[in-house]
């Protein structure tokens, strides 16, 4: 006597399970991307143990005085120091013949913000690029 089974194995996948996983991953994009700040101004920022690909030709180095509340520019270690107005005109000069020009910035640990960011801004308008300097660790 033969015994004969009724059921069979149901071969068909369900799919709520996968379509829960695709909307948590959409849901964790949208709120990632969210944080992305898109307005910043890029910089190369070298890694203190690597090596960065971009080589600067021009270095714009500030010091920044405390006692006095001074800042001094100096350009590719020249100790004579430079006005900020003189700055522009001189890197320009420098970076002419640069297939891309890149120049650094050396700023002392107590430089004020604003100075970094104002050689930042003669690099965006004329579209350098820009490597922020760091001494390793």
Known sequence: MSIRRS????ASIS????????FLLLIFFLVTSTLVNPNALKLLLPKSTGQVAAKATVSVSI????????????INGNQKPVSFDEIE???????AD???????????ET?????????MNIAKRNHFKVIM???PE
């Open 7 to 10: 059921s069979k194995a149901d």
């Open 98 to 108: 640069e297939d891309d020009p890149t120049f650094s910035i050396y700023a002392d």
């Open 111 to 119: 430089v004020p913000v604003k100075e970094v960011v104002a050689l």
């Open 15 to 22: 799919m709520s399970s996968m379509t829960d996983i695709v």
């Open 89 to 95: 005109p001189a890197v320009c000069d420098l970076l």
């Open 63 to 74: 010091k920044h005085y405390p006692e006095r509340n001074a800042v001094t520019y100096h």
């Open 133 to 135: 300097a760091t001494s």
